[in-house]
């Protein structure tokens, strides 16, 4: 899907294979959804033309706020994780 939606950027600037090596990244960040995987990539990719980049780049993804949906997804994950009890002493 990654490399999809990277062959389809029409950045002069970008490097192929940049997402594909962010994928472990691009899954956390978007919670897996394809929706706001799509989403992020294309928000990033207008950025880099308003800009003047050209390229997409991790900083620039930091900088893309997400949709609804995958913060929804995140704050449901981050519930779910246990918390670290520590023993008394």
Do not use: C, F, N, Q
């Given at each position: 899907m990654i490399s999809t939606?990277?062959?389809s950027l029409r950045l002069h600037r970008h490097r192929p294979g940049t997402l594909?090596?962010?994928?472990?990244?691009?899954?956390?960040?978007?919670?897996?959804?394809i929706g706001s995987l799509s989403q992020l990539?294309?928000?990033a990719a207008i950025e880099a033309i308003d800009n003047g980049t050209?390229?997409?780049?991790?900083r620039l993804l930091d900088?893309?706020?997400l949709d609804h949906?995958?913060?929804q997804?995140?704050?449901k994950k981050a519930a779910k994780k246990p918390t670290r009890r520590t023993k008394a002493a």
């Open positions: 939606l990277e062959e594909l090596a962010l994928d472990a990244y691009l899954h956390e960040r978007t919670s897996g959804l990539i294309r928000e050209e390229r997409i780049t991790k900088s893309v706020e949906t995958v913060e997804a995140r704050t």
